[in-house]
């Protein structure tokens, strides 16, 4: 079966592939079976279950996580996002202001005229109530930087597409090659990314992905109480990657700072132990009112913990967080390396090297 369109509507760092969810959908539901990610990232737990007819949802704190994943879960219709992106084009061009660049580092990544129109889409985009917005700013956020000497899609100065390399580091970067931002029509870029998109139609279903702290799940999600069948998640790697930080031009996009900030959610790079393994037990915790009886909870994991000792944290980490419910591992760990992780190429040795992946059940 052909991907989706939708399934890389942006690009994400360490987001695991939809086959991996397809895998265990097909082995432990049935359609019309709930499925629910506590750290959707951007979506493919969430869309892939709706592509195969499970009612879904999905939390994560990341601002670009939920509005990604939520253009996925509820998309607008082609005909909207096409008369959003004119009606913003046109009022674009009638603009009085022109407006100053946040800081220097912007006017290095992507050319001026480009740059003008990036911010008058921050300005007016309103991503959190509206879902036509949220799906253009999803579009812009896929497109916002990447490799953009490979691609006419991409509209900044040649940077990974997965990840904001630092200000700094980026301009020294530039300069050492003397790479130059390219002209790109914004307006142009989305049309022809929203035409790709829909090529294919959307899901049957239609889910629910929301913005917060997944510890306080079960009272976002308070109608799916006893209702999940499934959990496929991955949560943040021990001390490997800050997603906050790593997404701080995205952010930006949204509304955020014009810098990176470190630790803006305190929980994305834990680098002690036993503060991990408490994290992920306060999580298990906030989802264990979700899940129907017999249920299962699939875990990717990875990052700086040697192999015997997940086993053991994970599984006391279930047996702390859901204390009134029995929790066992039901099948062999399977472990993977991980290869070719497009960052390398511009910080060579960033990624990790293998994940696990676990199947518990729940009664």
Not at 32 to 46: A, E, K, Y
Not at 268 to 284: E, G, I, M, P
Request: a positive charge; charged letters at 25%.
């Amino acid at each position: 079966m052909a991907r989706h369109p939708l399934h890389s509507l942006c690009p994400y760092f360490a987001m695991f592939p939809e086959g991996f969810v397809e895998r265990h959908v097909l082995a432990f539901t049935k359609p019309g079976d709930v499925v629910f990610d506590p750290f959707c990232g951007r979506g493919t737990t969430v869309f892939q279950s709706l592509l195969m007819h499970r009612p879904a949802a999905g939390m994560d704190i990341n601002p670009v996580a939920a509005c990604v994943a939520g253009s996925k879960a509820d998309p607008p219709s082609l005909i909207d996002v096409l008369e959003r992106v004119e009606t913003l084009e046109k009022a674009f061009a009638l603009r009085r202001k022109i407006r100053d660049m946040p800081s220097p580092f912007f006017s290095r990544c992507f050319h001026h005229e480009t740059l003008q129109q990036i911010i008058f889409l921050r300005e007016r985009l309103a991503w959190k109530t509206d879902k036509v917005d949220r799906f253009v700013a999803a579009l812009t956020l896929g497109a916002l930087h990447g490799e953009s000497h490979k691609s006419k899609l991409y509209l900044s100065n040649r940077m990974p597409r997965t990840i904001s390399t630092k200000p700094d580091y980026s301009v020294r970067w530039w300069d050492e090659r003397g790479l130059h931002p390219p002209a790109r029509d914004t307006f142009a870029v989305i049309r022809e990314l929203a035409r790709f998109r829909f090529k294919a139609g959307p899901a049957a279903l239609v889910g629910t992905v929301r913005m917060g702290d997944s510890r306080s799940a079960s009272h976002r999600f308070k109608k799916l109480n006893g209702q999940v069948k499934l959990v496929v998640t991955s949560p943040p790697y021990l001390d490997v990657t800050d997603y906050a930080e790593d997404q701080w031009l995205r952010l930006w996009f949204l509304g955020g700072e014009n810098e990176p900030i470190r630790r803006r959610f305190k929980d994305d790079r834990l680098t002690n132990k036993a503060t991990y393994w408490q994290f992920l037990s306060q999580v298990w915790h906030g989802i264990a009112p979700l899940l129907a009886p017999k249920s299962r909870v699939v875990v990717r994991i990875g990052g700086r913990i040697p192999r015997d000792e997940l086993d053991s944290g994970l599984q006391a980490s279930f047996t702390q967080g859901m204390e009134d419910k029995k929790v066992r591992l039901v099948v062999a760990p399977i472990t993977s390396e991980i290869k070719g992780r497009q960052t390398n190429n511009f910080r060579p040795g960033a990624a990790a090297s293998v994940e696990h992946d676990f199947v518990f059940s729940v009664r």
